[in-house]
């Protein structure tokens, strides 16, 4: 398992302070923790994160889902939710082509580190079948 850079876009700064222990506990690079969608795109633009855990529900002009939305139109990052929110009604507006994890809080760090490795994972795997597909 090879160190990644996580950004966290949270809101709750006791949830935040519990996702920045688990992110450092299994060996991760933490980037920052921002509260808002627009510092988030800020940081993407600064550190190419390998990997966002999104809050669905965060401070700002822009919820999480916009904020996911603008950033796979302008960077190559997996976007895992992490949110308290899984009514059924909002699940389908986080399915946007860079979603690849959706966890529901009370979150463990067990289960954060599975998330975050088969994210990035699979997202390297659709950027592979991507190029070859171009090549083709």
Do not use: W
Not at 34 to 39: D, F, I, P, T, W
Not at 46 to 71: C, E, F, Y
Not at 118 to 132: C, G, M, N, P, S
């Amino acid at each position: 398992m090879d160190s990644k850079k996580v950004l966290i876009v949270e809101d709750d700064r006791m949830i935040s302070a519990i996702f920045q222990m688990f992110v450092r506990d299994l060996g991760h690079e933490l980037i920052g923790i921002v509260s808002e969608g627009r510092e988030a795109i800020m940081l993407c633009e600064r550190h190419s994160p390998d990997i966002i855990l999104m809050d669905i529900h965060i401070k700002g002009d822009i919820d999480g889902v916009m904020t996911a939305k603008l950033i796979g139109e302008k960077f190559e990052v997996p976007i895992v939710y992490v949110t308290g929110d899984y009514d059924y009604d909002t699940v389908p507006l986080t399915l946007l082509h860079n979603t690849y994890g959706f966890l529901v809080k009370p979150l463990y760090k067990s289960t954060l580190g599975v998330a975050i490795e088969f994210a990035v994972h699979k997202f390297r795997l659709d950027r592979e079948t991507i190029k070859k597909a171009k090549k083709a």
